[in-house]
């Protein structure tokens, strides 16, 4: 018999990470990657120890080390005075909290798959269209210069991102919805080579994330703002210049790290409700199926989390019960997903209202955070950092 065979839309970090779950479980995947090539994508990523836990039971944790900073705390400080309100113990004993820069992790994930014999990778081809049959599916890859290939597979994986077309060709036509904020987002040079904290600082209507990538060598900063308007697509250059009035109220340290910046990118902030994550032989992963405000740093993490989920129920069901296990497959990881998903997302969504209170609502939320201290918030965000999977 030959080997099933899978079909994976988009190779971000939930592709990449699906494909390599699936490859390492013995099932051949065809990766097909709309982007002609893989640059730079943003700046950071936190990867916390439920997405980390998955890596590293891919092989990668040799592989990333000489990239990652290890997160010791997470500190909550004050937008205009940079006092510390709390401080979160991030990185416990056995677990690591790793931060990245993306493009390093981006990187070592597609290296991983382009050592896999069984991993074929298309780029420049994205998945326009899908035919679903009885024992299968054949999609259609279209390039810059229209169609260019059929793919037939025992099942696709629609892991394309915010715009998914695979969530569309499921049946979702409803389009992500625009919260009013954006995200700027750049690396600076580190001034020496920086130990592992993760800050964070808390104002009106906006909110700074800074913490060290690239080994300590670069910090990686997030600002996000209000905006009143919105752009479709991964990001844009931002100028200096149009974000420089809104850190006139921000204390001297974070000042002096926005004007270290070098090359500001723009995200709009879009949300989308979670897709049911499976149809018949279509299933969604990450922000396909479930768009992660950045307001948790669990976007990214949501998708290896899927992307493991997904590959062990596929290959335990193949086992079982041959090619007509894909369908059970897939319903069983949509069900083993659904409740997760949508309470990350949620969370995110109240993060993001008590990052960006004004006063007088602010000072019950630094109240609340001071009394909880470090073991209370780290206590409270359990159930996020100290998932594995079941299986
Ligand atoms: C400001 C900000 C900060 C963030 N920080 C964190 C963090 O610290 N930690 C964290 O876990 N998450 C974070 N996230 C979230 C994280 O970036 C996303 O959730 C994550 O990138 C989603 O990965 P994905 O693989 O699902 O999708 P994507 O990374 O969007 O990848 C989708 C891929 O599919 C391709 N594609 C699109 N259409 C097609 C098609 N039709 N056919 C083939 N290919 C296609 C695209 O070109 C792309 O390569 C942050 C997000 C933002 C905006």
């Excluded at 099942?155 to 036509?173: K, N, P």
């Excluded at 948790?296 to 019960?321: F, K, N, S, T, Y």
């Amino acid at each position: 018999m030959t080997a099933p065979h899978i079909l994976i839309a988009g190779a971000g970090i939930g592709g990449l990470t699906a494909a390599l779950a699936l490859a390492r479980r013995g099932i051949a995947v065809t990766l097909a990657e709309k982007r002609t090539g893989f640059g730079e994508l943003g700046a950071g990523l936190q990867i916390s120890p439920n997405a980390g836990h998955v890596l590293d039971g891919l092989d990668l944790r040799l592989p990333l080390k000489r990239h990652a900073v290890l997160a010791e705390r997470l500190v909550v400080r004050s937008w205009r005075s940079g006092a510390a309100l709390v401080a979160m113990p991030m990185s416990a004993e056995g677990e690591s909290f790793r931060l990245f820069k993306r493009n390093d992790l981006h990187m070592a994930l597609l290296d991983a798959a382009r050592a896999m014999p069984n991993i074929r990778i298309i780029v420049g081809r994205g998945v326009s269209e899908v035919t679903v049959a009885a024992d299968g599916i054949a999609a259609t890859l279209l390039g810059e210069s229209g169609a260019v290939e059929t793919i037939e597979a025992l099942a696709i994986i629609g892991a394309d991102g915010l715009w998914s077309r695979l969530r569309q060709l499921a049946g979702d036509r409803s389009p992500p919805r625009f919260t009013g904020y954006e995200a700027w987002r750049a690396l600076a040079p580190a001034p020496e080579r920086a130990g592992g904290e993760v800050t964070l600082h808390l104002g009106p209507d906006r909110h700074m994330v800074h913490y060290p990538v690239a080994g300590g060598r670069e910090t990686n900063i997030v600002i996000v703002r209000r905006a009143a308007e919105a752009r479709e697509g991964w990001s844009r250059s931002g100028d200096y210049a149009r974000l420089a009035p809104e850190l006139e109220t921000a204390n001297p340290a974070l000042r002096s790290l926005a004007t270290r910046a070098c090359a500001w990118q723009v995200w709009s902030l879009f949300d989308r409700v979670p897709a049911p994550m499976a149809q018949g032989r279509i299933a969604l992963l990450g922000d396909a199926a479930h768009p992660v405000l950045p307001f948790l740093a669990q976007g990214a993490a949501l998708a290896i989390e899927d992307a493991a989920v997904l590959a062990r129920l596929l290959a335990e069901h193949l086992a079982r019960e041959g090619a007509a296990g894909v369908p059970p497959a897939l319903a069983a990881y949509a069900s083993a997903r659904a409740e997760r998903v949508a309470r990350v997302q949620q969370t995110s969504r109240a993060n993001g209202r008590a990052y960006h209170m004004a006063a007088p609502w602010s000072l019950g939320r630094d109240l609340v955070m001071k009394r909880l201290g470090p073991d209370g918030m780290r206590r409270r965000h359990g159930w996020v950092y100290d998932w594995r999977d079941g299986g």
